[in-house]
């Protein structure tokens, strides 16, 4: 069973919105910064937020203004409101976990996140 399952996925226009979850079972959550990623065909995997585990959010400057970053540490979940949404936000979006002993979210490079979610497929069409 994963530890990290996303879900949300899905088609929508542009101008849309599209809400990810990603549920956490079988780590100790609250211990964990949590990040979103996303991929396209062909492109490198590719940070778009992180969130430490008081609550700070960090964007990636494609995305900042139009999508949100949250966490509930209470139901070990994970969530990504997308905005505004473009043909280019077009990916297979991940959820991640990196071990984070200040509770801070240290890095954007994906090698050193512990755990990784399958992914949920988001398409944009204009």
């Excluded at 809400?19 to 590719?46: N, V």
């Excluded at 585990?53 to 209470?74: E, L, M, P, Q, W």
């Excluded at 070990?76 to 801070?104: H, I, V, W």
Aim: aromatic share 12%; charged share 20%; net charge neutral.
């Amino acid at each position: 069973q994963d530890r990290l399952v996303e879900s949300g996925g899905g088609s929508e226009q542009a101008g849309g919105s599209l809400r990810l979850s990603c549920a956490a079972s079988r780590i100790t959550y609250i211990r964990y910064c949590m990040g979103w990623f996303r991929q396209a065909p062909g492109k490198e995997r590719e940070w778009v937020s992180y969130i430490s585990t008081s609550g700070n959010a960090t964007y990636a400057d494609s995305v900042k203004g139009r999508f949100t970053i949250s966490r509930d540490n209470a139901k070990n979940t994970l969530y990504l409101q997308m905005n505004s949404l473009k043909p280019e936000d077009t990916a297979r979006y991940y959820c991640a976990a990196e071990f984070s002993g200040d509770g801070a979210c240290n890095t954007v490079v994906p090698t050193t996140y512990d755990f990784w979610g399958q992914g949920t497929q988001v398409d944009v069409s204009s």
